[in-house]
């Protein structure tokens, strides 16, 4: 157990829902990180906070999905309409300050049928 | 190109072997961390190392920040180390984001 939480660890959902997921990092962790990992391949930069603020948004990120992180401690990531090709595994990943070892959660794995 | 490059993407060896898996980078960077994935999506942090060497146990991670290369070696290979290995690097610009290679899958044959 690294610290880091994700909530729920597995979503299956019918395509057009919505979904949100859940990151509670450390607690004195200011920097939080959202990637996307499918099959095979290496994490895929979503969207990072440094507290609260939003600092940047992959182009991979569509109108769809949308991150927040309200008091600088945990975050959600929220997907509209989901379709099939958003089924991966979404990991979070948190660190302090700058160059800092990121602790990462156990993820969520979300199956869009 | 992917900014961060890793090699082999497969390796079998054989229990007891010395394994070297490699990974390379385009970009500058402020830090190179080696992860290891293990079935089921959990990611542990192995090493975070901007110079230099490190050892933990079997465990040995290298960089050379000019030649912009870092191998991650394991002593004396066993089943257990079969996982996915990924390296991830602070990339300098853009807030020292983590940008990840593809990853290194490990199968240690007992």
């Known amino acids: 157990d690294t610290g880091v939480s994700q909530n729920p660890r597995h979503k299956i959902t019918k395509r057009g829902q919505n979904v949100t997921f859940r990151c509670d990092p450390i607690s004195e962790h200011n920097r939080l990180y959202w990637y996307r990992q499918t099959l095979g391949q290496g994490p895929e930069f979503l969207t990072y906070?440094?507290?609260?603020?939003?600092?940047?948004k992959s182009r991979l990120l569509s109108d769809r999905f949308s991150a927040e992180r309200p008091k600088g401690s945990f975050s959600t990531l929220e997907i509209q309409r989901t379709e099939q090709g958003d089924s991966a595994m979404y990991l979070c990943?948190?660190?302090?300050?700058?160059?800092?070892?990121?602790?990462f959660g156990q993820g969520t794995r979300l199956t869009v049928v | 190109k992917n900014e961060v490059e890793q090699s082999p993407q497969n390796l079998t060896a054989q229990e007891g072997e010395f394994i070297t898996i490699n990974c390379s980078y385009s970009v500058g960077i402020s830090a190179l961390h080696w992860l290891q994935q293990h079935p089921g999506g959990g990611i542990v942090s192995l090493f975070m190392l901007s110079s230099g060497k490190k050892k933990h146990g079997r465990l040995i991670a290298t960089i050379n920040i000019q030649e912009k290369h870092s191998s991650l070696h394991i002593t004396a290979s066993h089943p257990r180390d079969s996982a996915v290995y990924i390296c991830?690097?602070?990339?300098?610009?853009?807030?020292?984001?983590?940008?990840f290679g593809a990853g290194t899958i490990l199968r240690v044959k007992s």
């Open positions: 990943a948190t660190g302090q300050g700058m160059n800092t070892e990121a602790f």
């Open positions: 906070f440094q507290n609260e603020a939003q600092l940047e």
């Open positions: 991830a690097v602070f990339r300098m610009e853009y807030g020292n984001k983590l940008v």
